[in-house]
């Protein structure tokens, strides 16, 4: 028989965007319990983007879980994009009138909002197994899986599908009531972490005739290091050695010579693709985060993203309970969806300009060109790259 709970809303996963929605939620006084299919360690274990916009920022303080974000990220006012040998540096602070990100990464975020979860003892059922969700267009809608050999029941007034690309939410809803929009790049991105000092304080984009580079950091003695790279690439093929040689090839001359080398601590690979799926919502279940859109990483928007769609979705369902008032969930789908789209138009087009298509043909190396150089003679353009960067605002 299976164990039969009740709540206000059921989150189906403890990425950012699950543990951040219970957050928001509990301070209003909103049950909620989460449901993740991996262990807490193997969520805590994995390394992804690290750049966080003012609103994110703003949204995790909300949550309660600012301090040691404060405490440890570092504030970033500008970044460079190199194009070959060229170098162009943005001032974000002076492009946008005060703007700024914090680089942190997405497992520190992860794990202080566990940590959060843990504290105000919220009900969280991780290694669960066998998820399901159902009677959708009901006002009581399911939850079942399975833990430790026991089934469980939860009945929800809402459920939210927090459980990224390769979640159940979204693969439950008919084929034609929900509608797909797909780009796969021809290529991935080759990752490594050391324990080595950055090789300039602030991150640097780069394209190369070899592929696109990407410095990035965790702190002052971390680095974060991304390579172009094949899309079927085994990555028994890049021993660290080569990795730096070819970064270290791939630099514009005058940064180079400050590349320092270590032992790599994580090492990964990592496709690239542009995915929204629309409308948002099914009947009770809502999507946010990964489970409904995916950008490439060059923009540094995938987290930044799941946590405005959770400030609308966590908004509506506040007014929903607090006040009666339907409105937000009404139009949650629509209202982040545009936030969305032009998420991910910048993360395409800056993809477009920074990386190396097998496929170019001369023409088209012209125009990413001539996209660089227009950026570097008008600050207009640069203002416009800057305001997509630092985040549009909700
Ligand atoms: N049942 C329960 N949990 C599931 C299921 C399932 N069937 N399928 C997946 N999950 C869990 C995953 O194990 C994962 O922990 O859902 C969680 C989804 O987390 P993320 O993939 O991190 O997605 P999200 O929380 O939306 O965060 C978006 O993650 O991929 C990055 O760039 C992206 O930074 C962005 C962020
Ligand atoms: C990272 O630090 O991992 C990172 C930073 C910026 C990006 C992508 C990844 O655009």
Redesign the pocket.
């Known amino acids: 028989m299976p164990k039969l709970l009740k709540t206000q809303v059921a989150i189906i996963g403890a990425g950012p965007s699950g543990l951040l929605l219970g957050q928001l939620l509990a301070k209003h006084g909103i049950e909620n319990i989460v449901v993740e299919r991996q262990s807490k360690e193997y969520v805590l274990s994995r390394i ?4 966080l916009e003012q609103g994110t920022v703003g949204l995790l303080d909300e949550a309660g879980v600012g301090e040691r974000l404060h405490r440890e990220g570092l504030i970033h006012h500008g970044f460079d994009i190199a194009f070959h040998d060229h170098h162009l540096h943005l001032h974000l602070e002076q492009l946008t009138q005060g703007k700024y990100v914090t ?1 942190y990464g997405q497992t520190e975020v992860t794990k202080d909002l566990s940590d959060a979860r843990q504290a105000s003892h919220l009900d969280t059922f991780y290694e669960a197994s066998h998820v399901q969700v159902s009677e959708l267009l009901t006002k009581k809608p399911l939850v079942q899986f399975e833990q430790d050999h026991q089934a469980y029941q939860i009945e929800a007034d809402y459920i939210a599908g927090c459980d990224g690309y390769h979640g159940v939410c979204r693969a439950s809803i008919p084929r034609e009531s929900i509608e797909e929009f797909e780009r796969v790049y021809p290529f991935g991105w080759l ?1 490594i972490l050391s324990d080595t000092p950055p090789v300039q304080e602030e ?1 640097l ?1 780069g394209n190369h005739p070899n592929g696109f580079y ?1 410095c ?3 702190s002052h003695t971390r680095s ?1 290091y ?1 390579l172009q790279c094949s899309v079927d690439e085994d990555i028994a093929n890049w021993p660290d050695e080569r990795f730096w040689d070819q970064l270290q090839s791939r630099l514009p001359s005058s940064i180079s010579a400050n590349l320092v080398r270590g032992p790599s601590i994580e090492k990964s690979i990592a496709p690239l693709r542009s995915f929204v799926a629309e409308p948002l919502r099914y009947g009770q279940m809502f999507l946010a985060g990964d489970a409904g859109h995916i950008v490439p ?4 928007k995938g987290l930044n993203l799941a946590a405005s769609d959770i400030y609308y979705l966590s908004n509506a369902l506040i007014d929903f309970y607090r006040q009666s008032n339907p409105k937000g969930l009404e139009s949650y789908s629509r209202t982040a969806l545009q936030r969305i789209w032009k998420a991910e138009r910048f993360s395409w087009w800056l993809t477009n300009m920074l990386h190396q298509f097998p496929e170019k043909s001369g023409f088209d190396q012209r125009i990413a060109q001539a996209e660089f150089d227009y950026l570097c003679q008008s600050e207009l353009a640069q203002k416009a790259l800057a305001e997509n960067y630092v985040g549009l605002p909700y």
């Open positions: 992804r983007a690290g750049v680089v990752g991150l984009y990407l990035s950091m965790r974060r991304y990483p060059t923009g540094a």
